[in-house]
């Protein structure tokens, strides 16, 4: 898939880019990760100087086969159908934002999920064509964000009402509940161990670099199909507990000791 992809990027590019300008392709998502199959698209990102981006995507809409385009806040996305049937899910994306956001996470402006996937495909994807200089992003995750995030996320491990919608047999309601803890409980596992937000998908398979406590409680939300709801709740709700106590130390640790970041 990368190859593919690079040769790809390198006839879009060549064709689009000149001195002085740069353009730098860096493929992100679960190909990076190791997670993909079959089904899998290849996400990737195209970083350029913003005066050649209109030049890219008018390449790419003439010369290509495009199955969508939508443009937001983040740049311009477009998904490509190559001959063999790949799908690139291409990211068009203005160096300036790219200073943008990074300008905006470090001082905790914006740490949404959006941001900190953005964030993540542009510090950790593998940069598999550049025509000029490469661009270089200095993403900081202080202790300051790790508190904030922790905060945002600590009371909805306790404010969840699992048993009232438990003892009225509301069933959607608990697994609407179940699906947002989820949620939170990856969302903490990603701030706990100082790494950016990259999505829900494949979550089981990173586990393993997560504090115990919580990977054993993803692991039983993540068994419910298999168990019968009844007998796992109590076991569910005594771990969610513990997971609480766990941000809780870690929130105070984050005031005692102060400034330490982590840069990407």
């Known amino acids: 898939m990368i190859e593919i992809a690079a040769s790809w990027c390198n006839s879009v590019i060549s064709a689009c880019v000149s001195e002085p300008h740069f353009a730098c392709a860096i493929i992100g998502g679960s190909v990076v990760k190791g997670q993909a199959d079959s089904d899998s698209d290849v996400d990737l990102s195209i970083v350029c100087s913003d005066d050649v981006t209109s030049n890219i995507l008018q ?6 086969h495009t199955i969508f385009l939508t443009q937001d806040r983040y740049g311009v996305q477009v998904a490509v159908q190559l001959d063999d049937g790949l799908v690139l899910d291409v990211h068009l994306i203005q160096n300036s934002i790219c200073h943008e956001l990074v300008a905006c996470f470090n001082k905790g402006i914006d740490l949404s999920n959006r941001t900190q996937d953005f964030l993540w495909n542009i510090s950790s994807g593998k940069r598999c064509f550049c ?19 922790l905060k945002r996320y600590r009371p909805l491990l306790s404010t969840h009402k699992l048993d009232v919608h438990f003892s009225r047999g509301d069933i959607m309601q608990q697994w609407e509940t179940l699906l947002n803890i989820s949620k939170v409980l990856v969302n903490v596992g990603y701030a706990l161990n100082k790494e950016l937000f990259n999505g829900y998908k494949h979550i089981q ?19 419910f199909n298999q168990l019968n709801w009844r007998d796992a709740y109590s076991t569910f709700v005594n771990q969610l507990e513990n997971v609480a106590v766990l941000v809780d130390k870690e929130l105070l640790s984050l005031q005692k000791y102060g400034e330490d970041t982590v840069t990407f």
């Open 59 to 64: 390449h790419i809409q003439t010369k290509c």
């Open 131 to 149: 025509s000029g200089v490469s661009p270089e992003y200095k993403i900081t995750y202080s202790n300051e964000i790790r508190f904030n995030l």
């Open 205 to 223: 398979h990173r586990l393993s670099n997560w504090p115990g406590q919580l990977q054993l409680t993803l692991t039983t939300l993540m068994s």
